[in-house]
């Protein structure tokens, strides 16, 4: 039989239920066996024996108080190892946990059985399983950080190293001046997104009803004339509905979804925005083909399809991992499919006001 913390807690309260009625027992018993054995000492024929008899004999009521508070003692310590051994269960859960750190975020308990401390190791186990992977997290999306802001830097550092290297022509020097401007404005909205990123990350600072029709028709028509000079049709379908959160959020949401439709999409194509219940909104657009199995991935930082890394005109990789964190913040779901023409569809699922 093994001993579960259940069970030595039982067996523990039931040695102290038991010595209520035995410690009383005990003492009577220890000072009557003491004054029995006191006697039958001092009735013994030895000189100066009865002597010392008389002496100690008054203090002889003593007795009792004292056997109690001996077997009170002896009692105490019992149940303090008793103690000790009940609670070592959790002080054999707690070593292995007080070790745990970044270097060994993959040590798991793993225990057996379905008393308390199993179904708390599980839920330490799971709990560590996603701790693990916020870490794992926090290093990739540092790590990614660090490249995509390494490599415009590094085209800055080469084109002002040339620019001071010789004299260059008015043309040269305009050309130059539009790539530093250009890599510039790239640096911008890297740490824009990542700044965007993070402030979705730390949830809403307030929520209020919010019309989402009015936002989403708000961002559409700062989006017309760059949808119109990349020859994408924006096709719109907008109910009324309420969503409780945060406008500027929500904004940000929109635009990223919006944009994304329009720049990777193809001359001709269409960019379609539907508002209503469920979802509460709808982004497609008809852009390449995207395989089925790596939708899921464009929701991680910095995640971009093959084609979209070498191209001029592609981002950071951070639109819809920011729209997913806004979407989380608003308790809402975010997922994404592969367009029926080409492209993507993002779908928002948002809490509706009750």
């Known amino acids: 039989m093994s001993w579960t913390p259940r069970r030595r807690v039982l067996l523990v309260g039931l040695l102290a239920l038991l010595a209520g009625p035995i410690l009383p027992a005990m ?5 009557g066996m003491t004054w029995t054995w ?6 013994v024929p030895m000189p100066g024996l009865s002597t010392v008899c008389r002496t100690i004999r008054p203090g002889a009521f003593m ?3 004292v056997a109690v508070l001996l077997v009170t003692v002896a009692v105490l310590v019992g149940l303090w190892f008793a103690a000790v ?4 269960p959790v002080a054999d859960l707690a070593g292995p946990i007080g070790h745990l750190g970044p270097q060994n975020l993959g040590h798991r308990i793993r225990p057996r059985g379905s008393d308390e401390l199993a179904r708390l190791s599980r839920a330490i186990d799971e709990m560590m399983e996603r701790v693990s992977a916020g870490y794992e997290g926090q290093r990739r999306f540092a790590a990614n950080a ?11 550092r080469t084109l002002i190293e040339v620019g001071m290297a010789r004299a260059l022509t008015g043309e040269q020097l305009e050309l130059l001046t539009s790539q530093l401007l250009e890599t510039n404005e790239r640096n911008e909205r890297l740490i824009e997104g990542l700044l965007a990123l ?10 209020i009803p ?4 009015a936002i989403v028709e708000a961002v559409l028509a700062g989006y017309l004339d760059r949808a119109r000079e990349a020859g994408v049709t924006v096709e719109t379908h907008l109910e009324p509905r309420v969503v409780v959160g945060e406008r500027v959020l929500l904004e940000r949401l929109v635009t990223n979804l919006v944009e994304n439709g329009i720049k990777y999409n193809r001359p001709g194509g269409s960019l379609t925005v539907v508002v209503s219940g469920v979802p509460a909104l709808s982004v497609v657009n008809t852009g390449q083909p995207v395989p089925a199995e790596a939708v899921a991935g464009l929701f991680e930082p910095f995640r971009r399809l093959a084609r979209d890394r070498t191209s001029q005109g592609g981002g950071a990789g951070l639109g819809l991992a920011i729209a997913r964190s806004i979407t989380q913040a608003h308790d809402g779901i975010i997922a994404a499919r592969p367009a029926e023409y080409g492209g993507l569809r993002v779908d928002v699922q948002l809490p509706a006001l009750n």
């Open 27 to 31: 003492g009577k018993w220890l000072s």
């Open 63 to 65: 007795l009792p108080l």
């Open 210 to 213: 919010q019309r989402l029709d």
């Open 38 to 43: 006191g006697q039958q000492f001092c009735d």
């Open 85 to 88: 051994w009940c609670l070592r």
């Open 146 to 156: 660090s490249h995509e802001l390494r490599t415009p830097l590094a085209v800055q």
């Open 198 to 207: 993070s402030e979705s990350d730390q949830g809403l600072r307030s929520r």
